[in-house]
T-cell receptor, first 114, second 113 residues
């Protein structure tokens, strides 16, 4: 069975641009979460979606938005990119998104903002 | 606010040694604790999930323990190998956002031949 998939693998953007990252969860999983990991730190929670509804939001500005589609895949959008948005963006899927569910992570998208 | 701390930040050991990685958390009201492995520039691989009702979980050469009352977990790696070199992260769910995982900063492990 396929695990969590993310695309693209790498992205290079310039300041002020917009970017869209994509994630497909494990088959049968209905919840997707997004995390940002800057170099040398642990991942920081951005969003969680379950059944197309936002279930949780971390301490990130409104430039960050996301959505989940009927097939449970998800997109993360970041507008007006800043140099500080350069990071590895990780997607995680779980069955229901409840706190007792194990989360499984994808390979990540490396975003570089110049 | 849940805070997770991992000690040590980095560890370098010769092949064959048994080693212990530590994780502490400030809010003991957790449902479970998850240990992950991360290779450089890659995603996270789930190693072990310990539910709050469990005290230990084992997978191969890995053993994780959980002591909720003291806010601590340890990951024990037996007979370390160069292929174990990676960053090890622990994470706990909960906090103000539903389904959120709070991570430690990780322990960078290097096992040299």
């Amino acid at each position: 069975d396929a695990g969590v998939t993310q695309s693209p693998t790498h992205l290079i953007k310039t300041r002020g641009q917009q970017v869209t990252l994509r994630c497909s969860p494990i088959s049968g999983h209905k919840s997707v979460s997004w995390y940002q990991q800057v170099l040398g730190q642990g991942p920081q929670f951005i969003f969680q979606y379950y059944e197309k509804e936002e279930r949780g939001r971390g301490n990130f500005p409104d430039r960050f938005s996301a959505r989940q589609f009927p097939n449970y895949s998800s997109e993360l959008n970041v507008n007006a990119l800043l140099l500080g948005d350069s990071a590895l963006y990780l997607c995680a899927s779980s069955f229901s998104g409840d706190t007792y569910n194990e989360q499984f992570f994808g390979p990540g998208t490396r975003l570089t903002v110049l | 606010k849940q805070e997770v701390t991992q000690i040590p930040a980095a560890l370098s050991v010769p092949e064959g040694e048994n080693l212990v990685l530590n994780c502490s958390f400030t809010d003991s009201a957790i449902y479970n604790l998850q240990w992950f492995r991360q290779d450089p520039g890659k995603g996270l691989t789930s190693l072990l999930l310990i539910q709050s009702s469990q005290r230990e979980q084992t997978s191969g050469r890995l053993n994780a323990s959980l002591d909720k009352s003291s806010g601590r977990s340890t990951l024990y790696i037996a007979a370390s190998q160069p292929g174990d070199s990676a960053t090890y992260l622990c994470a706990v769910p909960g906090g103000t956002s539903y389904g959120k995982l709070t991570f430690g900063q990780g322990t960078i492990l290097t096992v040299h031949p």
